[in-house]
């Protein structure tokens, strides 16, 4: 198990940017593959990126692509979110999320066994 602690959320308007960090606790961390997930009011949690434990493959869902970028740094256990551009609808809880490398769909939530607590990002428009 690996733990995960989300970071760098919070208010911001339409058209701004916010920073997401994750920090693992797991020195294995280079071999995880990591995921962010979001969850807005009344909605199932969804989709927005991962990035392969190898760092050489990235996702992104269809509503966000060109919007933010996921990235890593396997030095610090540390997987980032940058979102630029932001909108209204981009309002929702961000979970970090990890899994061991594996035959996997890694846009489905139920593949992953390692959890963040969860960020608040909310954009005023």
């Known amino acids: 198990q690996v733990q995960l602690i989300e970071s760098g959320g919070g208010l911001v308007q339409a058209g701004g940017s916010l920073r997401l960090s994750c920090a693992a606790s797991?020195?294995?961390?280079?071999?995880?593959?990591l995921a962010w997930f979001r969850q807005a009011p009344g909605k199932e949690r969804e989709f927005v990126a991962f990035?392969?434990?190898?760092?050489?493959?990235?996702s992104y869902a269809d509503s966000v692509k060109g919007r933010v970028t996921i990235s890593r740094d396997n030095a610090k256990n540390t997987v980032y979110l940058q979102m630029n551009s932001l909108k209204p609808e981009d309002t929702a809880v961000y979970y970090c999320?990890?899994?061991?490398?594996?035959?996997?769909?890694?846009?489905?939530?139920?593949?992953?066994?390692?959890w963040g607590q969860g960020i608040q990002v909310t954009v005023s428009s």
């Open positions: 797991r020195r294995a961390f280079s071999s995880y593959t």
């Open positions: 999320a990890a899994r061991r490398p594996g035959v996997a769909d890694l846009r489905r939530l139920v593949e992953y066994s390692n």
């Open positions: 990035i392969h434990w190898s760092g050489g493959s990235t």
